[in-house]
């Protein structure tokens, strides 16, 4: 995964330039491979689009400004459905959400399916569109601070010590991409705990609870365990295609998993 680091409204762009090259700077373990600098900033790690997605990406005539943590998992099913023809610049699996905002503005995410987080500056509306998948597999934070009125800060920032030593221990035979079962414990209710549960609503209903946090606990520590390392994890637990076939699966079914 990579790290992303963007403000938007700052009074003084010029002055802030320095503290927001250090401010990315911070986050450049999650992006070993190439920092590309320009608010918004982009540490990037390389696993798609190697030779061609330097971030951040721009249309073609550089109004909209847009990077990108994380992957896309349908980008080329996206290239093949636009609605407009569009030329891309690069092979990176992120490029297809600029012509993907341009005919769908905000709701561009609804048709993405991945593990991201991305921010879009689109210069002619002067607006920033920030987004992150459903789940929260990408860490992404927003803030403000208060001695600058109006700005607003976007960074892609627990960690758990067993996985901390794994990724670093993986890292040093140049592996890049690991898959890791974040989520399956809370889809398939495996944790002892569900075995006490006084009925079937009961454990669903804590299942898909457990899902919803699962940006506060479980992603968030595996997220910065591995980026640490400039490791990117795969979670297929968290697919959505994963996801669409629980309700195939009884509350029975999937208490005896």
């Not at 963007?6 to 491979?33: E, M, N, S, W, Y």
């Not at 490029?95 to 905002?101: A, D, K, R, S, T």
């Amino acid at each position: 995964m990579c790290g992303i680091f963007a403000c938007h409204r700052h009074p003084d762009v010029q002055k802030f330039k320095p503290t927001a090259l250090q401010l990315a700077k911070a986050v450049r373990h999650r992006g070993p491979d190439w920092n590309g600098w320009e608010l918004p900033a982009h540490e990037r790690l390389s696993i798609v689009g190697v030779d061609s997605g330097a971030q951040p990406l721009t249309n073609g005539d550089g109004t909209l400004i847009l990077t990108v943590n994380g992957e896309i998992y349908n980008h080329r099913a996206i290239r093949k459905h636009l609605k407009q023809y569009c030329t891309f610049k690069t092979h990176s699996d992120s490029e297809v959400i600029i012509p993907l905002y341009v005919e769908h503005g905000v709701d561009a995410p609804k048709f993405l399916d991945g593990m991201f987080s991305w921010v879009l500056y689109d210069k002619g509306q002067d607006r920033v569109v920030a987004a992150r998948d459903p789940i929260g597999i990408t860490s992404f934070y927003q803030g403000w601070w208060g001695s600058t009125l109006g700005a607003v800060y976007f960074a892609t920032v627990r960690a758990g010590i067993p996985m901390f030593l794994l990724s670093r221990k993986i890292k040093a035979t140049s592996v890049k991409v690991v898959l890791s079962g974040e989520g399956s414990d809370e889809i398939f209710g495996g944790y002892v705990y569900f075995g006490a549960a006084p009925d079937k609503n009961s454990f669903h209903k804590d299942t898909v609870r457990q899902v919803k946090n699962l940006y506060l606990s479980c992603c968030l520590r595996a997220n910065k365990s591995a980026t640490t390392w400039g490791l990117e994890l795969r979670v297929p637990f968290l697919d959505k295609q994963v996801s669409r076939l629980i309700p195939f699966y009884t509350v029975e079914r999937r208490q005896h998993f």
